[in-house]
């Protein structure tokens, strides 16, 4: 009795101990919190909780290395725990261990494929690093699982822009504003597509309706403005920008918008006062040094009109295409000699420019044949097949003008390395 007496009151003490623990984090006594769980860690160093906490206490000072530490060692003393994973997961973001991180959340995701958290986070993070095909994978499995919820559409319609599919992240941003009408962002990333595709009328109606919780909304003001002039309705366009220039806001686009709605209205002399004043904001702008040279030029003054309009010539870019071509050789001269790495960073940076499904499938390749990273093999696979197929299961056929056009014979080959892979990982997890 005396032995059990001393067993019981041992383990009081310590979930005393662990309690105080806790309240100094909830409490933000941080240094306190550290001192505590390191002393307690010196007589019960198996504790996963004390761990923990310490893991807390320093993350929340910034000193994520030791909160790496402390979260890993909480994980080794209880694995498939998903609140120290998380954890664990999220100090592998902030210090940029993404792929520590995908790994958790992927086996997380293993072992309870309807679980809607570990396809959340998988989502996220795909989304944080640029791997949108991906994202938009895990985020229409969240929509699948909870289909009422804006958030999951909202990502889509976001990622599948990065995509260079514009239209069906039309219609995924229509689906976050029925189910949620109060999101700005969400109008105004819908105007920009809206106008980017020529569909200016449906810009100026989704304006309407932000400006209608939003009044007086600077950001939806000025997209209709500019949907006006891209419609060619150049009066209403000055309209709208004088009311903002009223409101104060002289920034470099409402005056180069308002100039060339005066250009396109042959009001030279108007249009030549607003283009110099958004010169004078960026100098580096090639449309406007054309127009305002143009404009210079049909009101003769000639030498200055020329000057303008040679400066537009010499500050032309390439495109984003022709730097994702150049990246993508890059890519191929690095795999020949045998640099991996650097290939996969050169396929990414292509892909970052002008992200396609091929490029994505290249990346699955060199996951799978020469990183030996089943996991991200897989998940590049299926951000290859979700790109070409995304327009089947977000869009009627009748609306898709510009999708990708699917590879059967990739299409075949990613579905069965897929397979293949996931029965490989399978096993592999089995004699783990």
């Known amino acids: 009795m005396l032995g059990t ?86 100090i592998y973001e902030i210090i940029g261990k993404d792929e520590q991180a995908i790994d958790l959340y992927y086996n997380q995701y293993l072992r309870d494929t309807t679980k809607i958290e570990p396809i959340v986070n998988l989502a996220n993070i795909f989304r944080n690093t640029r791997e949108y095909g991906s994202a938009i994978h895990y985020y229409q499995k969240a929509s699948a699982i909870d289909p009422e919820n804006f958030y999951y559409y909202k990502q889509q319609g976001f990622c599948i822009s990065k995509i260079n599919m514009p239209v069906p992240a039309i219609f995924a941003y229509e689906m976050a504003l029925m189910l949620n009408p109060y999101d700005l962002n969400v109008y105004v990333q819908l105007a920009n597509i809206q106008n980017s595709e020529r569909y200016f009328k449906d810009a100026i109606r989704t304006c309407k309706k932000g400006l ?49 709605a005066h250009f396109e209205k042959k009001e030279f002399k108007e249009a030549i006062v607003d283009l110099k004043m958004a010169y004078e904001l960026n100098d580096e702008d090639a449309e406007l040094c054309f127009f305002l040279g ?99 299961s977000t869009l009627e056929a009748n609306r898709l003008t510009n999708a990708f056009l699917e590879n059967p014979v990739a299409s075949e080959y990613a579905n069965e390395r897929i397979k293949v892979l996931k029965e490989e990982l399978f096993f592999e997890e089995g004699l783990k």
């Open 294 to 392: 143009s404009a210079l030029g049909r009101s003769d003054e000639n030498k200055e009109g020329m000057e303008f309009l040679d400066k537009s010539v010499k500050i032309l870019m390439p495109s984003p295409v022709e730097l994702s071509n150049i990246y993508s050789e890059m890519a191929y001269i690095f795999l020949n000699q045998e640099k991996y790495e650097l290939s996969l960073e050169h396929l990414k940076l292509a892909y970052r420019n002008n992200a396609t499904p091929m490029l994505s499938f290249k990346m699955a390749q060199l996951y799978d044949y020469y990183l030996k990273n089943k996991k991200l093999a897989i998940d590049c696979y299926e951000g290859y097949l979700t790109m070409v197929n995304v327009a089947d």
């Open 5 to 90: 007496l001393l067993c019981f009151t041992s383990y009081s003490q310590n979930q005393n101990s662990v309690q105080k623990l806790e309240l100094k984090v909830v409490k933000g006594q941080y240094d306190s919190a550290i001192h505590i769980a390191s002393e307690l860690l010196e007589s019960d160093s198996l504790n996963w909780t004390l761990n923990y906490y310490l893991g807390n206490s320093y993350q929340a000072k910034y000193n994520y290395f030791e909160a790496l530490k402390a979260f890993e060692k909480a994980n080794l003393l209880d694995t498939a725990n998903y609140i120290i994973e998380n954890a664990l997961a999220g």
């Open 212 to 260: 209608l919780n939003y009044p007086n909304e600077n950001q939806l003001m000025k997209i209709r403005a500019y949907a006006y002039y891209l419609n060619r309705d150049f009066d209403s366009s000055i309209i709208e920008f004088n009311k903002i220039l009223e409101f104060g806001d002289t920034s470099f686009f409402n005056l180069k918008y308002r100039g060339l």
